[in-house]
T-cell receptor, first 111, second 114 residues
Framework: GENVEQHPSTLSVQEGDSAVIKCTYSDSASNYFPWYKQELGKGPQLIIDIRSNVGEKKDQRIAVTLNKTAKHFSLHITETQPEDSAVYFCAAGQGAQKLVFGQGTRLTINP | GAVVSQHPSRVICKSGTSVKIECRSLDFQATTMFWYRQFPKQSLMLMATSNEGSKATYEQGVEKDKFLINHASLTLSTLTVTSAHPEDSSFYIC??????????FGPGTRLTVL
């Protein structure tokens, strides 16, 4: 079955700098890769997703890149702000099947 | 759009009692709903997948008689924790999917069993 590895587990950056979180997956059949942001005591919120037919997707300060050959995908947050502090989860899935989640990255933005 | 609600947000119960958690998709019809459990500082653990009108599919190691799931309509799924014990205390989160692959999560329910 699918296995998703996420790094780093914790990340601390200065406000205004960029943050990058990386994930690798094992199943080459996976074709859907969402990223979720979870704030303390809340449910995960979908922030961006990418499908295997594209290599990059951007939404304002957030971007995701996908390398199908290497089976890894990354989340890029630019111009970080204190409200970006949260736990971020990557996931991989195939069509309508279940998602497999990474272990999570605790991102802290230092003012 | 794509709003999922859960009720209650917090529940405290005595050991041995049963607790029901509701998950609703407010602005779309959810053909599939998922139930997750999350321990502090850990990732999401999928418990079961439910499709409207059919029996839930449980993940390995999840007791189906203990965690009863009902998906009676396209907007409502319920999770009942039967004969709850302190080790069942956790954060339970549902997600819902309309068509395709995108899952939207509810806000979660914090269960504390005394």
């Amino acid at each position: 079955g699918e296995n998703v590895e996420q790094h780093p587990s914790t990340l601390s950056v200065q406000e205004g700098d960029s943050a990058v979180i990386k994930c690798t997956y094992s199943d080459s059949a996976s074709n859907y890769f969402p990223w979720y942001k979870q704030e303390l005591g809340k449910g995960p919120q979908l922030i961006i997703d990418i499908r295997s037919n594209v290599g990059e997707k951007k939404d304002q300060r957030i971007a995701v890149t996908l390398n199908k050959t290497a089976k890894h995908f990354s989340l890029h947050i630019t111009e970080t702000q204190p409200e970006d502090s949260a736990v971020y989860f990557c996931a991989a899935g195939q069509g309508a099947q279940k998602l497999v989640f990474g272990q999570g990255t605790r991102l802290t933005i230092n003012p | 759009g794509a709003v999922v609600s859960q009720h209650p947000s917090r529940v405290i119960c005595k050991s041995g009692t049963s607790v029901k958690i509701e998950c609703r998709s407010l602005d779309f019809q959810a053909t599939t709903m998922f139930w997750y459990r999350q321990f502090p500082k850990q990732s999401l653990m999928l418990m079961a997948t439910s499709n409207e009108g059919s029996k839930a599919t449980y993940e390995q190691g999840v007791e189906k008689d203990k965690f009863l799931i009902n998906h009676a309509s396209l907007t409502l799924s319920t999770l009942t924790v039967t004969s709850a014990h302190p080790e069942d205390s956790s954060f339970y989160i549902c997600s819902a999917r309309e068509q395709g692959d995108t899952q939207y999560f509810g806000p979660g329910t914090r269960l504390t069993v005394l």
